[in-house]
């Protein structure tokens, strides 16, 4: 039956038919969405905009007029299908806003509803006391708080009047609402948003002098004990700041950015102190007190080890004593329990490590995975290191394949990684951003740095074979975490894959090598600056010219047994003599015709050695290479 349907030929009717439907069905989307269009025209001729509040509905069904103004920007922005020409027009003509940024969507995420039902709740307060100007601290049971809605409104009132004002969170229609019930923008009473900022500021130095710090994240969301109103009324505090900062509309005053300053407020929580990253956690845990009444904390409650690992060793501290008496008064206030979970026995952890290494295949603990079980094996390390680790567990462990060098382990890793480079390439110079392998290039940088006094005090007396000075080198280096022996085994492996410690000495041994190569070609070390035919090679000579008097010895020793020119100066005579040669060889010399359509330069340094000559301006030196070039100091007899 498939195959036949498969098979069967699709007649000419069906496919019209299919067409027509297909255009009845645009036609049927095109209507839709120009009823939902004017429905947008008539929203902002209400409002003033089309940043219609994604909760926003006008009463129609469907579409959801504030979805409807999402789903459009977003196929604008996807591109494929391409967004309709014709309807982009039309919107563009009644100012649609294709992009938004964070702060428009967060007011148009305002929820429109609730500010109504708000309203709601004002019209009962003025039944029932005759006015609508609701003191700060009033609360009706339901939130928001109705006081401080109706301050926020002055604030938001505020920011409205000002000249550069766009769209925010209080609109025309919103003030036309509240001054129906009349609504007082300027009580004439003590001003209650500087009576509530100075009653919030309070409680932040009181919060200062319990915990030291203003430089704490935002509480989570569905908290409201006083330590939350604090510290959102403090992230408050820093947005304003930051638009007080970039001269936009802002509610804070230099008279409150005086005050918070005396208290060391922190305009930003980054950079944080070794205390203020306690108090970070310890609020986690105060959070976790508010909510369950408790101070069990675990990763089967959905906390993170590390977060259960700091509970744990503030109580391991607390009972060796080694807390500090002013986080215990902390930690008191919430009922801590000081008790410690009962001490895992080694055949407890030695277990949990077979387990470990069943699963993974190694005894290389993930902290993320089990942070107990990390730091037990860390201080087996420490113990093995003393020799202090009885030998009865060292059998133990090995039957694991424990690793008792992990940072070895790791160089080891990264040396195989050079010698699979250096079989591929041809070289172990590895380039800092490698393509091939990113890290490698940080890891041979760090190994140079790391034997850098090698460099300074000769490499070639160090080898292989002679293993003594290697390790006289190693010694240097040595630390309690990587002893001699680990600092002279590594150096041994890098020797014996031809490690380069330098790889500027050498570029400039390879340099050196081509000019040597130059001079057997040319017979000289005068390379043209722009020499096509060795490029780089000229740059390469005159730099070295540049760099003469800081010059390692080494090097002008090996440049001067090549009758290397210093001299800049001479070493341009010397160029344009050798293009004379050149010349000369391809004679060219003394015919004038040839002579300027070749090198209008070699004719004026022509000229002036003539010129020399008769002033007796000419060294010796040049006189006698000119003239054993056959040189005619006429000037009839040659090109003038």
């Given at each position: 039956m498939f195959q036949q349907m498969a098979g069967r030929k699709v007649s000419t009717t069906e496919t019209s038919k299919e067409r027509v439907s297909t255009k009845k069905q645009e036609t049927k989307y095109e209507k839709r969405w120009e009823s939902t269009y004017q429905r947008l025209v008539k929203f902002r001729k209400e409002h003033g905009h089309t940043m219609v509040p994604q909760s926003f509905n006008d009463g129609d069904d469907k579409p959801h007029l504030g979805r409807w103004v999402v789903m459009q920007r977003f196929l604008r922005k996807r591109k494929d299908p391409p967004y309709s020409i014709k309807r982009a027009e039309k919107l563009d003509s009644i100012g649609f806003v294709w992009t938004l940024d964070a702060e428009d969507i967060f007011h148009q995420n305002r929820d429109e509803e609730t500010w109504n039902k708000t309203v709601q709740r004002l019209k009962k307060y003025k039944l029932q006391h005759g006015h609508v100007n609701v003191p700060h601290r009033y609360n009706d049971g339901q939130r928001p708080h109705l006081g401080m809605w109706v301050s926020h409104q002055r604030n938001y009132y505020r920011e409205y009047q000002n000249s550069n004002y766009s769209v925010g969170l209080m609109t025309n229609k919103r003030v036309e609402t509240l001054e129906s019930l009349g609504f007082e923008w300027n009580p004439g009473r003590e001003d209650e948003y500087e009576e509530a900022w100075m009653s919030q500021f309070k409680a932040m130095k009181k919060f200062v002098k319990k915990y030291n710090t203003t430089k704490v994240s935002n509480t989570p969301v569905g908290f409201y004990s006083s330590i939350a109103t604090t510290l959102r009324w403090a992230e408050t505090q820093r947005m304003s700041y930051s638009k007080y900062i970039r001269n936009e509309t802002s509610t804070i005053t230099p008279q409150q950015i005086d005050l918070l300053n005396s208290i060391d407020f922190a305009w930003n929580l980054t950079n944080k102190t070794t205390h203020e990253k306690w108090i970070h956690e310890y609020l986690k845990l105060y959070w976790h007190h508010f909510q369950h009444n408790n101070t069990v904390i675990s990763q089967s409650s959905g906390y993170n080890s590390d977060f259960v690992y700091w509970v744990e060793t503030q109580k391991r501290d607390y009972n060796a004593g080694k807390l500090a008496q002013g986080k215990i008064d902390l930690l008191n206030d919430l009922d801590f329990d000081w008790t410690l979970d009962p001490v895992a026995t080694w055949e407890d952890m030695y277990e949990q490590l077979s387990q470990y290494y069943d699963r993974f295949g190694s005894t290389l603990i993930n902290t993320n995975i089990n942070k107990d079980l990390g730091t037990w094996t860390s201080e087996l390390r420490i113990l093995y290191?003393?020799?202090?680790?009885?030998?009865?567990?060292?059998?133990?462990?090995?039957?694991?394949?424990?690793?008792?060098?992990?940072?070895?382990?790791?160089?080891?890793?990264?040396?195989?990684r050079l010698v699979a480079y250096k079989k591929k390439h041809g070289t172990v110079c590895v380039p800092h951003a490698c393509p091939d392998d990113p890290p490698l290039g940080g890891w041979v940088r760090i190994n140079r740095e790391t034997y850098k006094h090698m460099v300074t005090n000769g490499i070639d007396g160090i080898s292989v074979q002679n293993q003594s000075a290697v390790f006289e080198v190693a010694q240097v280096k040595a630390t309690r975490k990587v002893p001699a022996r680990i600092h002279a085994a590594r150096m041994l492996k890098l020797l014996e894959i031809e490690f380069v410690w330098s790889p500027l000495d050498v570029q400039w041994q390879e340099m050196y090598d081509r000019l040597v190569a130059y001079k057997k070609s040319n017979g000289h070390t005068v390379v043209p600056y722009e020499?096509?035919?060795?490029?780089?090679?000229?740059?390469?000579?005159?730099?070295?010219?540049?760099?003469?008097?800081?010059?390692?010895?080494?090097?002008?020793?090996?440049?001067?047994?090549?009758?290397?020119?210093?001299?800049?100066?001479?070493?341009?005579?010397?160029?344009?003599?050798?293009?004379?040669?050149?010349?000369?060889?391809?004679?060219?010399?003394?015919?004038?015709?040839?002579?300027?359509?070749?090198?209008?330069?070699?004719?004026?340094?022509?000229?002036?050695?003539?010129?020399?000559?008769?002033?007796?301006?000419?060294?010796?030196?040049?006189?006698?290479?000119?003239?054993?070039?056959?040189?005619?100091?006429?000037?009839?007899?040659?090109?003038?």
């Open positions: 290191s003393k020799g202090e680790l009885d030998p009865t567990w060292v059998a133990k462990l090995n039957q694991l394949k424990f690793v008792w060098d992990t940072e070895d382990v790791n160089w080891n890793a990264m040396y195989d020499s096509p035919e060795h490029p780089g090679l000229g740059v390469w000579v005159t730099s070295q010219r540049v760099s003469s008097e800081t010059m390692s010895e080494a090097r002008k020793t090996a440049l001067d047994a090549i009758g290397f020119v210093w001299d800049p100066l001479e070493a341009r005579w010397q160029e344009m003599f050798h293009k004379y040669c050149d010349m000369q060889v391809k004679n060219v010399i003394g015919n004038n015709d040839k002579m300027d359509r070749n090198d209008e330069e070699l004719c004026t340094w022509i000229r002036n050695q003539r010129r020399n000559y008769r002033r007796g301006a000419l060294s010796k030196e040049r006189i006698s290479l000119l003239e054993s070039t056959g040189f005619d100091w006429k000037i009839n007899n040659a090109m003038s």
